[in-house]
């Protein structure tokens, strides 16, 4: 059984909108510093990525599905689970959820992209150390 990793965000006042509700827009931010913190947890960082390797992930395609509404002061959980990683892709699963109850879903693509914003390679290492965070 794959593992998913976990974090989580407390919805402020600048998440919402004029009646408390989060801005569906801002579901999309929640899920990219999930996605951030698991790549974090797999040894490896954005910047350093960037700099010393050369790449960077765009989102390729994403679908949301949308459950129900997060609220002003909610604390949120955010499980990021890995579908597939590929040399040049990795496709995650996202669950947004408050306590037990299910908010959001998302299925994100990522490329792997490089100079130029053209495809690029993933590091070996990297697919590895995300393989092993996720038992995949």
Known sequence: MNKHHSFSIRVYYEDTDAGGIVYYANYLKFAERAR????RQ???EQFDLMHD?????AVRHCEIDFLKPARLD???????ALNDISKVSITMQQTIR???ETLVKLSVKLAVVGKGMKLAKLPE????SMRKLFNH
């Open 36 to 39: 951030t913190e698991a790549l």
């Open 42 to 44: 797999a040894g490896f």
């Open 53 to 57: 390797d050369g790449i960077a992930f």
């Open 74 to 80: 909610d604390l949120l959980t955010i499980e990021t």
């Open 98 to 100: 408050r306590g037990d």
């Open 125 to 128: 290492p990297l697919q590895q």
